[in-house]
């Protein structure tokens, strides 16, 4: 069975920054590509951030340049470190893995910037 189990969440006030964290474990191979996703409140879940084995990254626009996607192929861990961080950053932010075109997700980590 594969999990993949997201830390990092949290309240932080707006400027601040935080540091998503993602680990796939169980029967999960050939994973080529890991990402982020968001859904805020009455909102459809958007992509954030992706990142793939061959070192592309792709980011929303709304985050360029305050946040950076990373991560480890071999150990099947990906990162998201978020900075300058705004109101309109609050959601649950999800993991995603993708291998031989099948996509797993996390359960989320709620993150709320607020004063």
């Known amino acids: 069975q594969v999990q993949l189990v997201e830390s990092g969440g949290g309240l932080v006030q707006p400027g601040g920054s935080l540091k998503l964290s993602c680990a796939a474990s169980?029967?999960?191979?050939?994973?080529?590509?890991m990402g982020w996703y968001r859904q805020a409140p009455g909102k459809q879940r958007e992509l954030v951030a992706t990142?793939?084995?061959?070192?592309?990254?792709v980011y929303t626009d709304s985050v360029k340049g305050r946040f950076t996607i990373s991560g480890d192929f071999a150990k099947n861990t990906v990162y998201l470190q978020m900075n300058s961080l705004k109101p309109e950053d609050t959601a649950v932010y999800y993991c995603?893995?993708?291998?031989?075109?099948?996509?797993?997700w996390g359960k989320g980590t709620l993150v709320t910037v607020s004063s």
């Open positions: 995603k893995a993708r291998a031989y075109g099948l996509g797993y």
């Open positions: 990142f793939t084995s061959g070192h592309s990254t």
């Open positions: 169980g029967s999960i191979f050939g994973v080529n590509a």
